[in-house]
């Protein structure tokens, strides 16, 4: 579950429940809904095959209502940017990431004439050998690299 857009009259709450994925606007008693199978087969092609739980990921970009949903799927993690609309509370898939191998961490920014920045940080296992107090062993560094991978026009 997350909140996004601001404040008790123009937020949002989005959570999972069963087969759904429901939007209340904050101090409201109106729930929008949209189904996962929707979402999966109409929407965003690179969720068809989750296996896992899906993650919610606020960008934490003021007053926006941008935000991403995170999957496991059998070809990797798949990723989706969504935007729940200010006047009608409906949930709307912008852009399908695809799918990545690796484990990322993905945030958001807005530019000079507010559009919508987000960026990847991917996270790589690197395995070398080292030697450390004459013994010999395997050791797995994390390396990030920073990627913008889609600059939104809302």
Request: hydrophobic share 40%; charged share 20%.
């Amino acid at each position: 579950m997350i909140v996004v857009g601001g404040g008790s009259n123009t937020g949002f709450i989005v959570w999972k429940e069963g087969q759904y994925v429901r939007v209340n606007r904050l101090g409201s008693d109106t729930i929008e809904q949209s189904s996962l199978e929707s979402l999966y087969r109409n929407v965003i092609p690179s969720f068809a095959g989750v296996i896992g739980d899906l993650e919610f990921v606020n960008l934490n970009i003021s007053s926006r209502t941008e935000f991403l949903i995170q999957a496991p799927t059998a070809n990797g993690n798949s990723a989706a940017v969504f935007k729940i609309d200010l006047e009608s509370g409906r949930l709307t898939a912008l852009y399908d990431l695809g799918h990545r191998n690796s484990t990322s961490i993905y945030s958001g920014a807005l530019d000079k004439s507010e559009q919508l920045i987000i960026s990847r940080i991917r996270l790589l296992s690197k395995v070398f050998h080292c030697l450390r107090n004459h013994t010999r062993g395997i050791i797995t560094e994390l390396m990030s690299k920073h990627f913008i991978i889609a600059k939104l026009i809302s």
